[in-house]
């Protein structure tokens, strides 16, 4: 290979890469990566040499002095040389980081590998030669300094692969994604076996470990390791601090960022174990007096640590209230609502709303948790992509860097593959501060697809637009649980036989008001629903005809799949309210075929799990237990034979011979050639026939 005359370095056939002789480990997975992506686009395997090696085309080693890469932790630069005929690019990293993020970064500009080939199928084109211009470059400084996901709700990566925890074969694409992202931390998962192998290869790779909030630094849960114990630090302290003394004995010698915190088991407040503590003046104090124990306990243990403290439920009330102190060097990290939006969550239905941001005079570090997807049991987006638009994400987090939370910033990233558009605006994000959508949909799109850019991008924009908007607010807009959730609490209400009197747990969505009215209200929003996702899969199906096979099988996957499974669940839970309201008046038959339109309906969003889960992805979502479409469909059947109970019951042929059988057989059948009732759906068709 040579430097030609135009100055470009042109790499083809088997490549050389010059390394150091001493590996870390972190170094050695992106060397992986690395060479996985040349083979794929020029077709041979490169050779690994030592860095001294006159071969090498390519040179990968940390800086020295003579360099002049900035001097900044995981930064890395690319410099190019040309000595006696032989020419090389070399990769020069001032830590391992530094290097990984050279190395991917490398790959992204020249092979054209995206962050998220893997999760969005890039196909990755091959090429006889590489040309790269020979000019010095320098990486930027990011905006944020810690940088990461939490993998949180993880259901689809648990059942993805029979072995449970999940191995290495399920977390080294996730941990490549966010590196590929210029993430550097995680959450590697919610509350699995502590003997998995998710924080040592997620340490491995070279990525900060940091915990989840319920989880203070990263410590067992009290109830496990003492079971039947009162979960009381006042009555136990010794106990929670031999648990935390372990934890920190585990993790001391690893890059981890110690999350300080102080909730009860099961993610709850503290009292709900410890009820003497009544008072907000109480809880704070307590709280604030655990995390300074937490506080002093790594300090005496572990070199310049790096400390946090989510403010994320009862948490952040106490703090703004001026009842919680904290130490000066600990990372406060504020939360969005779930729905994207900086105020506190919604919880049940009280929508307090308050800001969840630091004020003008607040002091010390700042940083964010914000969510792409959420599990709460009401509204939220779990299967399907983000509701609100770019242009929302991108006003609320550069609102949050303007009020100085740029510290850090933990995205909720749920299961990935689902997720792919908006983890790559808030990399977009937390890289540079700030996002043109416009542009950046653009580079996305084109990206990942070889044609018709303009139109993929109309339907990433357009996607926003269909979804339900249920309440006043911008991130009031409905993700997939809101079809499933509030529907089976509709059907276990009016089974329970309380239709006289409201359900309760659904006044955030549809106000408090009788029941009958509450799911009128429903009905009437996923009316709307229905024509808007309509329009938009026809407007989809339009546009992904024209494209080729694999363009094709992406576009369905990353965005077909999300629009079916809103206009599938939407249906669905229309047809339930429908056939509420025919309950009502006392139209049994009809309420039962009205309740078969929402089996059909939701067993449809089933259909669309299936269709997704081709070649890699086989059973990927075999393990839908959040937003749970197959329980919604057991429970519409278990209404549909309740209501066969009306009228058709005991022998379950009445409705048949009233509606179906033909008037001259009705006088001249006999019992013994009509033994064999139609099943439910057969009965269900029948007599749907009869009203279209």
Same mark, same amino acid.
């Given at each position: 290979?040579?430097?030609?005359?135009?100055?470009?370095?042109?790499?083809?056939?088997?490549?050389?890469?010059?390394?150091?002789?001493?590996?870390?480990?972190?170094?050695?997975?992106?060397?992986?990566?690395?060479?996985?992506?040349?083979?794929?686009?020029?077709?041979?395997?490169?050779?690994?040499?030592?860095?001294?090696?006159?071969?090498?085309?390519?040179?990968?080693?940390?800086?020295?002095?003579?360099?002049?890469?900035?001097?900044?932790?995981?930064?890395?630069?690319?410099?190019?040389?040309?000595?006696?005929?032989?020419?090389?690019?070399?990769?020069?990293?001032?830590?391992?980081?530094?290097?990984?993020?050279?190395?991917?970064?490398?790959?992204?500009?020249?092979?054209?590998?995206?962050?998220? !080939?893997? !999760?969005?199928?890039?196909?990755?084109?091959?090429?006889?030669?590489?040309?790269?211009?020979?000019?010095?470059?320098? *990486?930027?400084?990011?905006?944020?300094?810690?940088?990461?996901?939490?993998?949180?709700?993880?259901?689809?990566?648990?059942?993805?692969?029979?072995?449970?925890?999940?191995?290495?074969?399920?977390?080294?694409?996730?941990?490549?994604?966010?590196?590929?992202?210029?993430?550097?931390?995680?959450?590697?998962?919610?509350?699995?076996?502590?003997?998995?192998?998710?924080?040592e290869l997620a340490s491995e790779m070279g990525l900060w470990?940091?915990?989840?909030? *319920?989880?203070?630094?990263?410590?067992?849960?009290?109830?496990?390791?003492?079971?039947?114990?009162?979960?009381?630090?006042?009555?136990?302290?010794?106990?929670?601090?031999?648990? !935390?003394?372990?934890?920190?004995?585990?993790?001391?010698?690893?890059?981890?960022?110690?999350?300080?915190?102080?909730?009860?088991?099961?993610?709850?407040?503290?009292?709900?174990?410890?009820?003497?503590?009544?008072?907000?003046?109480?809880?704070?104090?307590?709280?604030?007096?655990?995390?300074?124990?937490?506080?002093?306990?790594?300090?005496?243990?572990?070199?310049?640590?790096v400390y946090c403290v989510a403010l994320y439920g009862e948490?952040?009330?106490?703090?703004?209230?001026?009842?919680?102190? #904290?130490?000066?060097?600990?990372?406060?990290?504020?939360?969005?609502?779930?729905?994207?939006?900086?105020?506190?969550?919604?919880?049940?239905?009280?929508?307090?709303?308050?800001?969840?941001?630091?004020?003008?005079?607040?002091?010390?570090?700042?940083?964010?948790?914000?969510?792409?997807?959420?599990?709460?049991?009401?509204?939220?987006?779990?299967?399907?992509?983000?509701?609100?638009?770019?242009?929302? #994400?991108?006003?609320?987090?550069?609102?949050?860097?303007? *009020?100085?939370?740029?510290?850090?910033?933990?995205?909720?990233?749920?299961?990935?593959?689902?997720?792919?558009?908006?983890?790559?605006?808030?990399?977009? #994000?937390?890289?540079?501060?700030?996002?043109?959508?416009?542009?950046?949909?653009?580079?996305?799109?084109?990206?990942?697809?070889?044609?018709?850019?303009?139109?993929?991008?109309?339907?990433?924009?357009?996607?926003?637009?269909?979804?339900?908007?249920?309440?006043?607010?911008?991130?009031?807009?409905?993700?997939?649980?809101?079809?499933?959730?509030?529907?089976?609490?509709?059907?276990?209400?009016?089974?329970?036989?309380?239709?006289?009197?409201?359900?309760?747990?659904?006044?955030?969505?549809?106000?408090?008001?009788?029941?009958?009215?509450?799911?009128?209200?429903?009905?009437?929003?996923?009316?709307?629903?229905?024509?808007?996702?309509?329009a938009w899969l026809l407007r989809c199906d339009e546009v992904?005809?024209?494209?080729?096979?694999?363009?094709?099988?992406?576009?369905?996957?990353?965005?077909?799949?999300?629009?079916?499974?809103?206009?599938?669940?939407?249906?669905?839970?229309?047809?339930?309210?429908?056939?509420?309201?025919?309950?009502?008046?006392?139209?049994?038959?009809?309420?039962?075929?009205?309740?078969?339109?929402?089996?059909?309906?939701?067993?449809?969003?089933?259909?669309?799990?299936?269709?997704?889960?081709?070649?890699?992805?086989?059973?990927?979502?075999?393990?839908?237990? #959040?937003?749970?479409?197959?329980?919604?469909?057991?429970?519409?059947?278990?209404?549909?034979?309740?209501?066969?109970?009306?009228?058709?019951?005991?022998?379950?042929?009445? !409705?048949?011979?009233?509606?179906?059988?033909?008037?001259?057989?009705?006088?001249?059948?006999?019992?013994?050639?009509?033994?064999?009732?139609?099943?439910?759906?057969?009965?269900?068709?029948?007599?749907?026939?009869?009203?279209?």
């Amino acid at each position: 290979m040579s430097i030609q005359a135009n100055k470009q370095l042109v790499l083809e056939g088997q490549v050389h890469i010059g390394i150091p002789e001493i590996l870390r480990s972190a170094v050695e997975h992106a060397l992986r990566m690395l060479v996985r992506d040349l083979e794929t686009v020029l077709g041979a395997k490169p050779q690994l040499v030592t860095g001294t090696d006159k071969k090498a085309e390519l040179c990968i080693r940390l800086a020295v002095e003579k360099d002049d890469i900035p001097k900044r932790s995981e930064t890395f630069g690319f410099r190019f040389h040309s000595n006696s005929g032989i020419s090389r690019m070399e990769i020069i990293g001032h830590d391992d980081l530094g290097l990984v993020y050279g190395i991917l970064e490398f790959s992204r500009i020249y092979l054209g590998i995206q962050p998220f !080939w893997f !999760w969005a199928d890039q196909c990755i084109t091959k090429q006889t030669q590489i040309n790269i211009p020979c000019l010095d470059y320098d *990486a930027p400084v990011l905006k944020v300094r810690y940088r990461g996901w939490f993998v949180n709700d993880e259901v689809s990566l648990i059942g993805w692969k029979d072995p449970y925890p999940p191995t290495r074969e399920v977390w080294e694409p996730v941990f490549e994604a966010l590196l590929r992202s210029g993430g550097n931390m995680v959450i590697p998962g919610t509350d699995l076996p502590r003997d998995g192998i998710h924080y040592e290869l997620a340490s491995e790779m070279g990525l900060w470990v940091t915990h989840h909030h *319920a989880e203070p630094l990263g410590a067992e849960m009290f109830l496990r390791a003492f079971p039947g114990r009162n979960a009381s630090y006042q009555e136990a302290p010794e106990l929670f601090e031999s648990l !935390w003394a372990e934890a920190i004995e585990e993790q001391k010698d690893m890059k981890v960022l110690w999350v300080l915190s102080f909730r009860g088991q099961g993610d709850a407040p503290f009292w709900h174990n410890d009820p003497s503590f009544d008072t907000s003046e109480k809880r704070g104090a307590m709280i604030s007096k655990v995390i300074r124990k937490q506080y002093d306990m790594i300090g005496s243990s572990v070199q310049n640590p790096v400390y946090c403290v989510a403010l994320y439920g009862e948490i952040a009330e106490l703090f703004k209230g001026g009842y919680v102190e #904290l130490p000066d060097d600990v990372i406060k990290i504020w939360a969005d609502n779930g729905y994207g939006k900086m105020v506190s969550r919604r919880h049940n239905n009280q929508n307090l709303r308050v800001p969840s941001l630091p004020t003008a005079d607040d002091r010390g570090r700042d940083g964010l948790y914000y969510h792409v997807t959420f599990h709460d049991l009401q509204a939220s987006n779990h299967l399907t992509m983000y509701p609100g638009s770019a242009t929302f #994400l991108k006003q609320e987090i550069e609102t949050a860097f303007a *009020a100085g939370t740029d510290d850090y910033l933990l995205i909720n990233c749920g299961n990935i593959r689902p997720h792919v558009y908006s983890l790559d605006i808030l990399r977009e #994000l937390w890289s540079v501060g700030t996002i043109d959508v416009s542009k950046h949909l653009n580079e996305f799109v084109s990206s990942y697809y070889a044609s018709h850019h303009d139109e993929l991008e109309e339907l990433y924009q357009s996607y926003t637009e269909a979804a339900i908007q249920y309440g006043p607010h911008a991130d009031d807009l409905a993700g997939d649980e809101y079809y499933h959730h509030p529907a089976r609490q509709i059907i276990g209400h009016w089974l329970q036989g309380k239709c006289e009197q409201p359900d309760s747990r659904l006044f955030w969505a549809v106000g408090e008001v009788p029941f009958s009215q509450q799911v009128k209200n429903f009905e009437d929003l996923l009316a709307q629903g229905i024509q808007k996702w309509r329009a938009w899969l026809l407007r989809c199906d339009e546009v992904l005809a024209k494209l080729g096979t694999e363009d094709l099988r992406r576009a369905t996957d990353q965005l077909r799949f999300h629009g079916a499974l809103h206009l599938s669940g939407c249906e669905g839970f229309y047809w339930l309210c429908r056939s509420y309201r025919e309950y009502q008046e006392q139209r049994y038959p009809q309420a039962f075929v009205y309740a078969s339109e929402s089996i059909w309906s939701y067993k449809k969003g089933l259909d669309v799990l299936r269709d997704a889960e081709h070649g890699k992805w086989d059973r990927f979502y075999r393990a839908d237990w #959040l937003t749970n479409i197959e329980s919604t469909v057991n429970n519409v059947d278990t209404l549909r034979r309740f209501l066969r109970m009306h009228g058709d019951s005991p022998d379950f042929f009445l !409705w048949y011979k009233e509606y179906v059988m033909p008037e001259t057989e009705k006088h001249i059948y006999l019992e013994n050639t009509h033994r064999n009732p139609l099943s439910d759906d057969e009965l269900a068709q029948q007599l749907k026939c009869l009203t279209t």
